[in-house]
Nanobody, 120 residues
Framework: QVQLVESGGGLVQAGGSLRLSCAASGSIFSVNTMGWHRQAPGKQRGLVANITRGGITSYADSVTGRFTISRDNAKNTVYLQMNSLKPEDTAVYYC??????????????WGQGTQVTVSS
C-alpha cells in the first residue's frame, strides 16, 4: 500500500508565500513523476506543476514565475514553493505521484488535499 501525505497549506494574504510538502510512503520501488493539482470551488481540478524523477519541470501558465516545484528523491518528497500568491490561487491543492510499487504494479497515487486560502 502507498500513501501521499501533504502539509503546508493555510491562510495567507495576497502577495505572501506558502510552501507545500508531500511525502510518499509505503511499499514503494520507485517514485516517478510527481506533481501538484488544484481545485477551486465550482471548477475542475487542474495541473499546477509537475516534476520528473530527473528534475524536468512544467508549470501551468497561471503560476509560471511565481511557483517553484522541487523534489527530494531520497525522501520521496515533492515541494511546491508558492510566492506572490493571489486570491485566485485559493483552492484545495492535491499531490499526485506515479509510483512503481514493490509488487511492480504502476500506481497513480493522490494525497488527501490541503487547503490554500489567499485573502485580498
Amino acid at each position: 500500500q502507498v500513501q501521499l501525505v501533504e502539509s503546508g497549506g493555510g491562510l495567507v494574504q495576497a502577495g505572501g508565500s506558502l510552501r507545500l510538502s508531500c511525502a510518499a510512503s509505503g511499499s514503494i520501488f520507485s517514485v516517478n513523476t510527481m506533481g501538484w493539482h488544484r481545485q477551486a470551488p465550482g471548477k475542475q481540478r487542474g495541473l499546477v506543476a509537475n516534476i520528473t524523477r530527473g528534475g524536468i519541470t512544467s508549470y501551468a501558465d497561471s503560476v509560471t514565475g511565481r511557483f517553484t516545484i522541487s523534489r527530494d528523491n531520497a525522501k520521496n518528497t515533492v515541494y511546491l514553493q508558492m510566492n506572490s500568491l493571489k486570491p485566485e490561487d485559493t483552492a484545495v491543492y492535491y499531490c499526485n505521484a506515479r509510483i512503481l510499487a514493490r509488487s511492480f504494479r504502476n500506481l497513480d497515487a493522490w494525497g488527501q488535499g490541503t487547503q490554500v486560502t489567499v485573502s485580498s
